[in-house]
């Protein structure tokens, strides 16, 4: 049974960093896609960043909306995948989710994952 633990979210003023991360447990993944998305009141999920891995690479992809701010990383031997959110502003106030999937797929999508985390608030205070 694959589980997704999110954590590292909090209230942090406009202009701060968080570092989420994504624990992934139930097995080994030597190929596959891991997303973040985000979802605020009223508003319907929203794809904010990706990596995908194979045995020979590494791609990772960005909403325009964060591209130059987050980053997305992954540590193989902790079956982790971090997102280093930087010069946060208010809209990027939301549930912080985190999915698994295949990594032929769309990451765009959020019908590209089997696996969801339960998710952490993220709140940045103007």
């Known amino acids: 049974q694959v589980q997704l633990v999110e954590s590292g979210g909090g209230l942090v003023q406009a202009g701060g960093s968080l570092r989420l991360s994504c624990a992934a447990s139930?097995?080994?993944?030597?190929?596959?896609?891991m997303g973040w998305f985000r979802q605020a009141p009223g508003k319907e999920r929203e794809f904010v960043a990706a990596?995908?891995?194979?045995?020979?690479?590494?791609?990772?992809y960005y909403a325009d909306s964060v591209k130059g701010r987050f980053t997305i990383s992954r540590d193989n031997a902790k079956n982790t995948v971090y997102l280093q959110m930087n010069s946060l502003k208010p809209e990027d106030t939301a549930v912080y989710y985190c999915?698994?999937?295949?990594?032929?797929?769309?990451?765009?999508?959020?019908?590209?994952?089997?696996?969801w985390g339960q998710g952490t608030q993220v709140t940045v205070s103007s």
């Open positions: 999915a698994l999937g295949d990594n032929t797929r769309v990451v765009q999508s959020t019908r590209s994952y089997d696996y």
């Open positions: 139930g097995r080994t993944f030597r190929s596959a896609a």
């Open positions: 990596i995908t891995w194979s045995i020979s690479y590494t791609y990772t």
